[in-house]
């Protein structure tokens, strides 16, 4: 039943490295047990040292290095750091506090630091934009215990040797379940509790493979309760990268300057490029594949880039700047009027472009089409450089953006000593993951998509919840791409869900948040405003989304069908919300260098003259994305 030529292709060709991987290994300090993982470890990982430029009292935290099992590789460790929810909570014996949850948070990638989230969402204590420490009001830890991983092995504190770095996410997933063996017996209480998995991003993928493992240990060292991803890279690049691009640009206009020929050329690129899937709720038969169409523009370096992955800030910009480099396709900052009549002569140049026929530069990669024509042509990107740009959260055309940089506090000597870390490494936002103990590698392994329904169903049979989640305004990682997904799982003996995701949630102020749907123990929640990382921009409404639907069983969006036919859906379902374009939260563009930061709205008569526009131009696929008999 899966469709996507692109999703089901598992790549395993892996090519011989150009440098080697670092050998790193963990640092022990003065009280490190003799004996094996156990409670008394507790006392050595308990952080009881002052933290620099920390003034504000944590809860009781413990940090350090365990060891994934591997064998072989006793230096590949998993470096952790827990908070716990109230005193005791993490300490507790064996069979004491069965019913309270805890948590585990994973960044993506791949290679990108779960501290990244600690200090940027959902810890707390976050970076500021001037290395200040501060407290995190929404600390995820408030609410339960919450523990911040740095996997796979090498990366962030985590170690590992020059041959130790994994060799797909298969030996990810069985690294993990050592690491959660050593866990648990350090926090004994933990192997009986109900264990929620979370992360973001590449995380989409590291997850899959992480739970696809639980259940097929027959003793798992964890209860496995619910995993929720969020903006997760799970299916197809093409799929989550690609697919999306005009539902992203029918949610900010702004990108093509509100310009109704721009966005036509896109649909007609979207639909040659056969992204334009009609989606019903429920599906009735897999999607057809799609053969990404590689134009110009992805010579074989790119090729290469785009078949990894680009899902975190850094290593998309990088991607980004060595493509300016070798293609050369952006202009030189030209004054407006210039840059206007090159944008009308672009246009003009649109009926021999796109009636019948991919663009030949760009191909099918219409993420990087939309990108360069907004910094060419649309203000206020246009001008910019390629850090002028967010991929991550559309609305911020910050150049350069003002630095949130955790690595200063974290490779000092104080940090290092009181949180246990190695001596043999600095600590890195990100790096590029060495794959096999290479640096020059395709994907190696299948894109969780290709075994998604199985999950899926075994989750069913374990009680086991999922839940994906998405912020409206991410670009790379675009909601559409997750939607997609999930019309094209099958769980429960059905195919995707059985009505459109229209009901509205709303934060702890009574703000409109966003959209929830739920179906057979699968939830789908966009987040209004939010970007690639929710508890970023929105870290009220990542609240309330970690509180009523990950943690809690808030019923709102869920849907039941009873014998008679008869479907209710809790909160009901808003016929705007089902026309398939949720609206940005606010027209307003923020441009300016560093923390001085101007907004630009357009003129109100563009956006009516848009808005009358888009009903016609989306009349028919939402005609057409209908919910089935």
């Known amino acids: 039943m899966l469709g996507f030529g692109a999703v089901l292709l598992c790549i395993a060709t892996l090519a011989a490295g150009q440098d080697t991987p670092s050998n790193t290994y963990p640092h022990n300090y003065t009280g490190i047990p003799k004996t094996g993982y156990g409670p008394d470890w507790q006392h050595y990982f308990e952080v009881t040292e002052p933290l620099p430029n920390v003034t504000v009292p944590l809860p009781r935290n413990y940090a350090g290095s365990l060891g994934v099992n591997r064998a072989g590789h006793p230096n590949d460790t998993l470096f952790f750091w827990a908070v716990e929810k109230e005193e005791g909570s993490l300490s507790a014996k064996a069979g004491e506090r069965s019913d309270e949850p805890w948590l585990i948070w994973l960044n993506g990638g791949p290679g990108a630091s779960s501290l990244l989230g600690f200090f940027a969402e959902n810890g707390p204590l976050h970076v500021t934009n001037t290395y200040s420490i501060v407290p995190n009001n929404?600390?995820?830890?408030?609410?339960?215990?919450?523990?911040?991983?740095?996997?796979?092995?090498?990366?962030?504190?985590?170690?590992?040797?020059?041959t130790g770095y994994i060799s797909d996410e298969d030996q990810m997933g069985q690294d993990f379940l050592g690491f959660l063996s050593n866990l648990v017996k350090v926090f004994p209480s933990l192997a009986e509790r109900p264990f929620y998995l979370t992360g973001e991003s590449y995380a989409g993928t590291y997850i899959p493979y992480i739970v696809k493992a639980i259940f097929s240990t027959p003793n798992p060292p964890v209860k496995l309760a619910k995993f929720a991803i969020g903006d997760g890279a799970t299916p197809a690049l093409s799929v989550f990268e690609m697919l999306p691009m005009l539902s992203v640009i029918e949610t900010y206009p702004q990108l093509i300057s509100y310009?109704?020929?721009?966005?036509?050329?896109?649909?007609?690129?979207?639909?040659?490029?056969?992204?334009?899937?009609?989606?019903?709720?429920?599906?009735?038969?897999?999607?057809?594949?799609?053969?990404?169409?590689?134009?110009?523009?992805?010579?074989?370096?790119?090729?290469?880039?785009?078949?990894?992955?680009?899902?975190?800030?850094?290593?998309?910009?990088?991607?980004?700047?060595?493509?300016?480099?070798?293609?050369?396709?952006?202009?030189?900052?030209?004054?407006?009027?210039?840059?206007?009549?090159?944008?009308?002569?672009w246009k003009r140049d649109l009926s021999g472009r796109s009636n019948t026929t991919i663009d030949p530069f760009y191909g099918c990669d219409l993420l990087d089409f939309v990108i360069d024509y907004a910094l060419n042509y649309t203000f206020p990107w246009k001008g910019n450089d390629y850090d002028g740009f967010d991929v991550y959260f559309v609305p911020d055309a910050l150049d350069p953006e003002a630095p949130l940089d955790a690595s200063v506090f974290l490779n000092d000597n104080r940090t290092r000593a009181a949180i246990h870390a190695p001596t043999s490494k600095d600590w890195e936002e990100e790096f590029s993951y060495p794959f096999n103990n290479t640096y020059n590698y395709t994907f190696p392994g299948c894109r969780p998509m290709a075994f998604l329904s199985e999950l899926a169903t075994n989750a069913s049979l374990h009680n086991v919840s999922m839940i994906f989640y998405s912020g409206n305004a991410d670009m790379l990682v675009a909601h559409r791409g997750t939607e997609v997904t999930i019309q094209n799982t099958t769980w429960g003996g059905i195919q995707g869900f059985t009505r459109k995701p229209s009901t509205p949630w709303y934060d702890d102020s009574g703000n409109f948040a966003g959209i929830v749907h739920q179906e057979r123990n699968l939830t789908f929640v966009l987040v209004n405003g939010a970007g690639h990382e929710v508890g970023d921009a929105f870290p009220s409404s990542a609240w309330v989304l970690l509180r009523e639907f990950i943690l809690g069983s808030n019923p709102t969006g869920l849907v039941t069908t009873f014998g008679n036919g008869t479907v209710t859906v809790v909160g009901g379902e808003d016929p705007i919300l089902a026309e398939g374009i949720l609206p940005a939260a606010s027209s307003a563009i923020y441009y300016g260098p560093g923390t001085t930061v101007s907004s630009y709205v357009p003129p109100s008569a563009t956006v009516a003259a848009w808005e009358s526009f888009i009903v016609t131009a989306t009349a028919t696929a939402i005609a057409v994305a209908s919910t089935s008999a």
């Open 138 to 162: 929404y600390s995820w830890n408030k609410l339960v215990d919450a523990i911040w991983v740095d996997q796979p092995v090498g990366t962030g504190f985590s170690t590992a040797d020059t």
């Open 259 to 345: 310009d109704p020929e721009v966005y036509e050329f896109f649909k007609t690129q979207t639909h040659l490029c056969g992204y334009d899937l009609n989606l019903t709720y429920p599906e009735t038969a897999p999607f057809p594949t799609i053969d990404t169409h590689w134009g110009e523009i992805a010579d074989t370096m790119a090729i290469a880039d785009r078949k990894r992955g680009r899902y975190s800030k850094s290593a998309f910009k990088n991607a980004l700047a060595a493509k300016v480099k070798r293609q050369g396709q952006l202009l030189a900052v030209r004054d407006l009027e210039t840059r206007e009549e090159r944008r009308q002569a």
